[in-house]
């Protein structure tokens, strides 16, 4: 019995030892960093000039898509009473747009990554200051990638306030 209360009172005694930590939580933040940055305005900007840039790949690729599924279409209708020769051909037709599809779908993919790349590496700089400025601010000790959290409180939270804090510094 005696082993038991003394086991409860250490308990207690650890317990009450602990709550001042607890306390000292709001030294923790977190952040999403690409949210952060890619709701800034500089951003959307960015994202507005990219977009304007590869609008006419864009339309090209839509155009061949409905090249394609117009080609496939026919080939799987009239396919048993075409000649072999005009089936080789559409096919040829359907491998040839295929390809052309595919290699400007990766052009256009590859312009996105390094447009996204040069804005990262452009804007990283101010977004160090703008998070330095909010977890100065707050007195935050430790700052924790959003996804790389299980659970937090809303409080917690810093994303918005580190855009509002970028968008300022440009």
Same mark, same amino acid.
Not at 104 to 111: A, D, K, P
């Given at each position: 019995?005696?082993?038991?209360?003394?086991?409860?009172?250490?308990?207690?005694?650890?317990?009450?030892?602990?709550?001042?930590?607890?306390?000292?939580?709001?030294?923790?933040?977190?952040?999403?960093?690409?949210?952060?940055?890619?709701?800034?305005?500089?951003?959307?900007?960015?994202?507005?000039?990219?977009?304007?840039?590869?609008?006419?790949?864009?339309?090209?690729?839509?155009?061949?898509?409905?090249?394609? &599924?117009?080609?496939?279409?026919?080939?799987?209708?009239?396919?048993?009473?075409?000649?072999?020769? &005009?089936?080789?051909?559409?096919?040829?037709?359907?491998?040839?747009?295929?390809?052309?599809?595919?290699?400007?779908?990766?052009?256009?993919?590859?312009?996105?990554?390094?447009? &996204?790349?040069?804005?990262?590496?452009?804007?990283?700089?101010?977004?160090?200051?703008?998070?330095?400025?909010?977890?100065?601010?707050?007195?935050?000790?430790?700052?924790?990638?959003?996804?790389?959290?299980?659970?937090?409180?809303?409080?917690?939270?810093?994303?918005? &306030?580190?855009?509002?804090?970028?968008?300022?510094?440009?």
């Amino acid at each position: 019995m005696r082993k038991l209360t003394r086991a409860l009172c250490l308990a207690g005694g650890l317990a009450a030892l602990a709550t001042p930590m607890l306390a000292q939580a709001s030294d923790v933040a977190v952040l999403d960093w690409r949210q952060a940055l890619l709701s800034s305005d500089s951003a959307k900007i960015s994202m507005n000039q990219l977009k304007n840039q590869l609008a006419g790949k864009q339309d090209q690729a839509k155009a061949l898509a409905k090249e394609l &599924e117009s080609l496939q279409a026919k080939l799987q209708k009239d396919g048993a009473v075409m000649s072999d020769s &005009e089936r080789k051909s559409m096919q040829q037709q359907l491998r040839q747009k295929g390809g052309q599809f595919q290699q400007l779908r990766g052009q256009v993919q590859q312009q996105q990554q390094q447009a &996204e790349q040069a804005f990262l590496k452009q804007s990283k700089p101010k977004l160090d200051q703008a998070i330095q400025k909010v977890v100065d601010k707050h007195d935050v000790e430790l700052l924790v990638d959003r996804s790389a959290t299980v659970y937090s409180k809303d409080g917690l939270d810093l994303t918005d &306030e580190v855009t509002q804090v970028f968008n300022s510094l440009n």
